[in-house]
């Protein structure tokens, strides 16, 4: 009786193994149309799947709702054992391809401008001492646009601020919250300050970056809470030209501070002074951004959870001017 019972279960496990990417999709999206997207299959295979896997496992799996479909409680029973069933395998097979030192390929990583210049070339080097291997390939831009190119699956990665919340397509993590700061010519009135709240500035001429940029996103939201219309003087793509326009008197801009922890004697030095805004919400998060798939590179995973694992505290100083 033992043996015949282990070959009808070995049996039933053999059917449902190949399907089981299908209904993990599934409980992910909840939508048939979207577990399909997820796959990169035509919509009928996921419903021929699902009928298969139903019949297999004795219980009707998903029903008809509108336009969408509704998982029944069997369903919703035998899904988290199927993602548990997925997440062992996955990770059985990636222990095994990194005792071979097998993590190599190609991580495509979208960030904003800002970012180039300190903090992912740092996260690079510090997840290439143990994977010397994995090769990048990088695109910088406004915030948009790394969206934009992570949506199109022209990059696995995107580092971005603010991050979008989580949704269908894509999922996201914040890294830091950075404050932010206001930077002023050297003969500003509001030079000797210090610290100062952002309406007591929003009158003044500003220098900003162009729409679709993070940082003009944030800029605009402070004016509308201070219920002023912004006076834009200048807009440029680059954060270091701002600075240089603050230098020549030709406005005041919203930055990311400096990481240099005497900035404020060489900004004098160089013509602009960074002022701190006591406003609680003149901050910026920064967030990695990634879309949902099945079978994501194992490259692609290491980089993803190196990043997450680094401390905020860490970060801020990186992601600064």
Same mark, same amino acid.
């Given at each position: 009786?033992?043996?015949?019972?282990?070959?009808?279960?070995?049996?039933?496990?053999?059917?449902?193994?190949?399907?089981?990417?299908?209904?993990?999709?599934?409980?992910?999206?909840?939508?048939?149309?979207?577990?399909?997207?997820?796959?990169?299959?035509?919509?009928?295979?996921?419903?021929?799947?699902?009928?298969?896997?139903?019949?297999?496992?004795?219980?009707?799996?998903?029903?008809?709702? @509108?336009?969408?479909?509704?998982?029944?409680?069997?369903?919703?029973?035998?899904?988290?054992?199927?993602?548990?069933?997925?997440?062992?395998?996955?990770?059985?097979?990636?222990?095994?391809?990194?005792?071979?030192?097998?993590?190599?390929?190609?991580?495509?990583?979208?960030?904003?401008?800002?970012?180039?210049? +300190? +903090?992912?070339?740092?996260?690079?080097?510090?997840?290439?001492?143990?994977?010397?291997?994995?090769?990048?390939?990088?695109?910088? @831009?406004?915030?948009?646009?790394?969206?934009?190119?992570?949506?199109?699956?022209?990059?696995?990665?995107?580092?971005?601020?603010?991050?979008?919340?989580?949704?269908?397509?894509?999922?996201?993590?914040?890294?830091?919250?950075?404050?932010?700061?206001?930077?002023?010519?050297?003969?500003?009135?509001?030079?000797?300050?210090?610290?100062?709240?952002?309406?007591?500035?929003?009158?003044?001429?500003?220098?900003?970056?162009?729409?679709?940029?993070?940082?003009?996103?944030?800029?605009?939201?402070?004016?509308?809470?201070?219920?002023?219309?912004?006076?834009?003087?200048?807009?440029?793509?680059?954060?270091?030209?701002?600075?240089?326009?603050?230098?020549? @008197?030709?406005?005041?801009?919203?930055?990311?501070?400096?990481?240099?922890?005497?900035?404020?004697?060489?900004?004098?030095?160089?013509?602009?002074?960074?002022?701190?805004?006591?406003?609680?919400?003149?901050?910026?998060?920064?967030?990695?951004?990634?879309?949902?798939?099945? @079978?994501?590179?194992?490259?692609?995973?290491?980089?993803?959870?190196?990043?997450?694992?680094?401390?905020?505290?860490?970060?801020?100083?990186?992601?600064?001017?």
């Amino acid at each position: 009786m033992t043996d015949t019972y282990d070959s009808a279960v070995h049996g039933e496990l053999a059917r449902l193994l190949p399907l089981l990417p299908v209904l993990d999709a599934v409980g992910q999206t909840r939508h048939v149309t979207a577990a399909a997207e997820l796959l990169g299959v035509p919509q009928p295979t996921v419903s021929r799947a699902l009928a298969r896997a139903a019949a297999v496992v004795g219980a009707e799996l998903v029903r008809k709702e @509108g336009r969408g479909i509704r998982l029944t409680p069997a369903a919703e029973q035998l899904l988290p054992a199927v993602r548990a069933a997925l997440d062992g395998l996955q990770s059985a097979l990636d222990e095994l391809h990194e005792r071979r030192q097998e993590a190599r390929g190609v991580v495509r990583l979208s960030f904003q401008m800002t970012f180039g210049e +300190a +903090a992912v070339p740092a996260l690079i080097r510090s997840f290439r001492q143990g994977h010397p291997d994995v090769r990048f390939e990088l695109i910088q @831009g406004s915030r948009q646009r790394c969206l934009d190119v992570l949506v199109s699956g022209d990059v696995d990665l995107s580092i971005v601020s603010p991050a979008p919340a989580p949704g269908r397509q894509l999922d996201a993590a914040t890294l830091c919250v950075q404050p932010l700061r206001l930077a002023v010519p050297a003969g500003h009135r509001l030079a000797r300050r210090g610290r100062v709240r952002f309406a007591e500035a929003a009158g003044e001429p500003f220098v900003a970056l162009e729409r679709g940029y993070g940082m003009r996103s944030i800029m605009d939201r402070l004016f509308r809470e201070a219920g002023v219309r912004p006076n834009i003087a200048f807009q440029g793509q680059d954060s270091r030209t701002l600075l240089g326009l603050v230098s020549a @008197g030709l406005g005041i801009a919203l930055v990311p501070p400096s990481r240099a922890t005497h900035s404020a004697v060489h900004a004098r030095e160089l013509g602009w002074v960074e002022l701190e805004i006591q406003d609680s919400d003149a901050v910026r998060d920064i967030g990695l951004v990634w879309p949902k798939i099945v @079978g994501e590179p194992l490259q692609v995973r290491l980089f993803r959870e190196h990043i997450l694992r680094e401390e905020p505290a860490d970060l801020l100083d990186a992601f600064g001017l």
